[in-house]
């Protein structure tokens, strides 16, 4: 929609108004006059109307085509405007073949500004009211009747029209005509639902959303005589369905009719069931087909054929009917495509869903920008508007604030936007908070058990739904299905084959039977370069369920526990290449499968994957921003008695552990961690693991608890100088050179803090190159971002900022939220270095606020060392005021914005200079 050039602000809070208007007939007068003349009409249209709404206070919203949204104040500003603007229509010298005519719908209520436009059910009802007049009419509502009162002049009045159903097929509306001198009487009959022959049922909840999949549905059947609507049980697809046939009724004046078939089982009966909905008897000895064929004879009828999948090999008996009437079209819904010459399928996705807050990771959290949830951005997502209509209508007083808004959100997005679930779920804010809902979503199939009662049983719970769909499968697709249970939140094909066996044990080739279970709107797929395959949650748990019961439900999900390992350890593996940004992708992906296999194997105290599977995420978890998750997994597993029996992963779960509290700085918790990961080793006599444990033992000794003071105030007896030389000793014994550009770094680090010298400019010029030579790219981006910071201590900040920028390159690249936010800091005290204090104050709060959505504390602690000791920071260089203004706005950008505004570049540019497309999530 286009605002106009100066629009009015629209009034805020209580009962508005709303005008709707368009031209009749639009279409026609272009193709009449052309399109160079019919835009001169439209313009004066636009120009005769504006004057008359602004003359009453009418707040102009937007105009599409040659339509009008306008907000009143008042009722009887609304009508007057509304008269005078037809009046100005009227006397309007138009060409004689061009005469331009308007209708006009006015209806009240509230509404609420969304994504900068008002947005509410009342404003969809007056556009409905405004779409059955004729051009010079006005239609009002009985709400705008009931407020007008006593204060309309006394030339307007309202002749009552009666009661009458509009395309959004509510109850009956009363409707109202404004009747002023100049205004035109006598009109045809108003073009509602039923001025059409049509059983289309009266709906007693609003449509809200779709208007996407309206379109597109309307587009569709326009082209095609047979269109079906697939999806699974919950998606919506009736009412839609619905919502189309009562949107295309004019085209079709011989009838609209809605065919329920979920009783019907025998493609015999089909024909039958359609007469009867029509009113049609069979006689005469005729069938029931012959009799239908008959009447459809010449006419233009829609019919709509809703749950074929219950009589799924009547799919001949629709194309019959189609071949022999021309004037027929057919609109069905269906878990399955009918799979008949001429059809055209459109799946009917969930309605879109805002991200759940509590499922992002730091890294994600930053790529969105900005902070908490905004309230008019997620009033724009279709679930949650459903969510927030169908609670209001249980509790009046509901609404999305800031205190609820994370738990809406999160309902919306587990629920994957499916209106059923949403409308069950919104149902229990009666006696529930959406907190308290949300807390109890772990089993949907439960919590969301029951509906309206006069909706049909299977349409009353999740559970009817998804059962009617399961009962219909063969007993080799009921098996995998169930065997895909397993998987949370997606899978691809050499996944699915993987957990769910041979096609001799699945009972068929796996690839076929996805393509069965796509059939049956059981599973989606996502494409992509490889595609990927996707259960909804409802769907997941109750085939879940269902796998419970068989005998080999153990080994299956055993075999997901280590399709799992076998990821996460290859994938870590090569976190330190020029792979990583795609492997971390993966992980991102796989992630809620890895958390379900982790958390199976300590219930069951199966040590080996548990371990095995924490120690080869916690790189991810680090890099990712996912580090309180990984602490609360780690901590716990460390805590179970299991973990001690194999002295080899307590070792490698100790090191896991202690990486994750080195990011989080908490030093003091991190030395047992790593002594205890030491010892193991030793134990053990590995000696390329003593010399990595010895590696990390060291870091206890590179900074305090008070990062206030000098490293000498925290290791007197130079303990980690020894852990460091003793490490480089048996690494140059064993050959491995990777290992010894890591102890070079880390003495870089230790030659970092000292007073004098050049900070260990040359140790990490050494481990640059050495990372180079075995390439690590990983660690070259840390050894780029310490020679920055040492050079940045030598007061070189034109040398240090270029390599800062390489080493952001880097980072970003790999998608490493910790580096990233550790560079920033640099990069800041390069820029206040420089003497750009506005630039320096944005990285700055960029850089906190990516350190609290990734959890890596380190950046922060580094940051007030830093402040205290060894560079130039922004505090104190700015007047408070203007740097908490500053560092707002760079707390504000999102990642991929605060990198491109560091590296001096646009974000476009930053995007196409990106070394591979970041997928995450």
Same mark, same amino acid.
């Given at each position: ?11 805020? #809070? ?62 009887? &500003? ?6 005078? @603007?037809?009046?100005?229509? *009227? ?25 900068? !436009? ?7 009802? *007056? ?52 009747? @002023? ?9 108003? +073009? ?69 078939? /979920? ?8 024909? !039958? ?39 799924? &090999? ?16 057919? =609109? %069905? ?7 008949? !010459? ?72 587990? =629920?994957?936007?499916?209106?059923? @679930? ?54 080799? %697709? ?51 370069? @490889? ?67 982790? &958390? ?35 901590? *716990? ?7 001690? %029996? ?26 047992? *961690? ?18 990595? +444990? ?44 990777? #290992? ?5 770094? #880390?003495?870089?680090? %230790? ?129 408070? +005021? /203007? ?34 497309? &970041?997928?995450?999530?």
């Amino acid at each position: 929609m286009t605002t106009p050039a100066s629009p009015t602000a629209p009034p805020s #809070g209580g009962t508005l108004v709303f005008l709707f208007s368009d031209i009749e007939g639009s279409t026609r007068l272009e193709q009449a006059v052309g399109t160079a003349a019919y835009a001169d009409l439209r313009e004066r249209h636009r120009a005769l109307l504006r004057a008359a709404f602004s003359a009453r206070g009418g707040g102009e919203q937007g105009t599409e085509g040659d339509s009008f949204f306008v907000v009143f104040r008042t009722a009887a &500003d609304a009508l007057t405007a509304a008269a005078n @603007a037809q009046r100005s229509m *009227a006397v309007e010298p138009w060409p004689v073949s061009a005469v331009v005519r308007v209708r006009m719908g006015i209806h009240a209520g509230e509404a609420t500004m969304a994504g900068g !436009s008002l947005v509410g059910l009342a404003i969809n009802r *007056a556009a409905r009211i405004a779409a059955v007049a004729h051009g010079g009419q006005v239609l009002v509502s009985e709400t705008v009747r009931g407020l007008a009162g006593g204060s309309l002049p006394d030339e307007l009045g309202l002749v009552d029209l009666g009661s009458h159903r509009l395309r959004d097929l509510r109850e009956p509306e009363r409707l109202y005509q404004l009747a @002023a001198p100049g205004l035109e009487e006598a009109f045809p009959p108003l +073009a509602t639902i039923d001025a059409r022959p049509n059983n289309l049922p009266t709906q007693l909840t609003s449509f809200v959303g779709r208007a996407e999949e309206l379109a597109e549905a309307l587009a569709l059947l326009e082209q095609n005589r047979l269109v079906t609507m697939t999806g699974p049980g919950g998606t919506g697809k009736t009412r839609l369905s619905l919502q189309v046939a009562a949107a295309v009724a004019d085209a079709h004046p011989d009838g609209t009719f809605f065919v329920p078939l /979920e009783t019907v089982r025998d493609a015999a009966l089909v024909a !039958s069931r359609i007469g009867s909905e029509i009113g049609l008897s069979e006689s005469g000895g005729r069938s029931a087909r012959d009799v239908l064929v008959e009447w459809l004879s010449g006419k233009r009828v829609l019919l709509v054929l809703d749950n074929f999948e219950q009589v799924s &090999d009547g799919g001949p008996v629709i194309a019959d009917l189609l071949r022999a009437a021309p004037g027929l079209k057919v =609109l %069905a819904t269906s878990r399955a495509p009918l799979r008949v !010459s001429g059809e055209q399928e459109f799946p009917v996705p969930g309605l879109p869903v805002p991200p759940d807050p509590s499922q992002l990771g730091g890294y994600e959290q930053a790529r969105r920008g900005g902070g908490s949830l905004d309230l008019a951005e997620l009033n724009t997502y279709e679930a949650v508007r459903l969510f927030v209509a169908r609670a209001v209508a249980v509790r009046p007083d509901f609404s999305v604030t800031n205190a609820n808004a994370p738990a809406v959100a999160a309902i919306c997005a587990r =629920l994957q936007g499916m209106p059923l @679930a949403i409308e069950l779920a919104a149902a229990r804010v009666k006696l529930l908070n959406p907190e308290a809902i949300l807390g109890r979503l772990e089993h949907q199939l439960n919590l969301l058990a029951a509906g309206a009662r006069d909706l049909p049983v299977r349409q009353q719970t999740l559970r009817g739904a998804i059962a009617w769909s399961y009962d219909i499968l063969d007993e080799p %697709a009921r098996r995998l299905l169930e065997r895909l249970s397993v998987f949370a939140n997606g899978f691809d094909l050499e996944a699915a084959e993987a957990v769910s066996g041979p096609a001799a044990e699945a009972g068929g080739d796996i690839l076929d039977g996805l393509m069965a279970l796509a059939d049956q709107s059981l599973i989606r797929s996502i494409d992509g370069d @490889a595609p990927r395959f996707y259960l909804l949650e409802t769907i997941r748990e109750f085939a879940a369920e269902m796998l419970d019961r068989r005998e080999d439900a153990a080994t299956i999900r055993a075999r997901h526990t280590a399709w799992c390992v076998e990821l996460a350890e290859g994938a870590a593996a090569g976190l330190s290449g020029p792979d990583q940004r795609s492997l971390l992708s993966r992980l991102e992906r796989d992630h809620d499968n890895i958390r379900a296999s982790i &958390d199976r194997a300590v219930g069951a105290g199966d040590g080996d994957a548990a371990i095995r599977l924490a120690f080869a995420m916690w790189r991810f978890w680090q890099k990712r921003g996912h580090l309180s998750e990984a602490r609360r997994r780690l901590e *716990a597993i460390a805590a179970e008695p299991w973990s001690h %029996a194999d002295p080899r992963l307590r070792a490698r779960l100790m090191e896991a552990l202690g990486g994750v509290l080195w990011w989080q700085a908490d030093v003091v918790s991190m030395k047992p *961690a790593y002594a205890e990961a030491l010892a193991l080793w030793r134990q053990l006599g590995d000696r390329a693991e003593i010399a990595n +444990a010895l590696y990390n033992y060291s870091f206890s000794f590179a900074v305090g608890p008070d990062p206030t003071k000098s490293p000498e105030d925290w290791d007197p007896d130079q303990e980690g100088l020894a852990a460091q030389a003793e490490a480089y000793s048996i690494y140059r014994e064993i050959g491995d050179v990777r #290992g010894q550009a890591n102890v070079v770094w #880390g003495m870089g680090n %230790a030659e970092y803090f000292k007073v004098s010298g050049d900070h260990g400019e040359a140790r990490f010029r050494e481990a640059l190159d050495l990372f180079r030579s075995v390439g690590d790219v990983t660690m070259e981006a840390w050894s780029l971002h310490m020679l920055g910071s040492a050079l940045l201590r030598q007061d070189r900040p034109g040398e240090a900022g270029d390599i800062l920028r390489h080493a952001l390159r880097h980072f970003h690249d790999a998608s490493d939220a910790a580096g990233i936010a550790l560079v920033f800091d640099d990069l800041h005290s390069a820029a206040v270095s420089e003497g750009d204090l506005e630039k320096g104050a944005r990285i700055y709060g960029a850089a906190r606020r990516l350190t609290a959505a990734t959890g890596a504390e380190l950046a922060g602690y580094v940051d007030v060392q830093f402040e205290h000791r060894l560079r130039p920071h922004i505090r104190g260089r700015l007047p408070p +005021a /203007e740097f908490e203004r500053l560092a707002a706005e760079g707390a504000a950008m999102s990642l991929d914005d605060a990198v491109a505004y560091a590296l001096g570049m646009s974000p476009d540019e930053l995007q196409r200079s990106t070394h591979g497309p &970041d997928t995450a999530g």
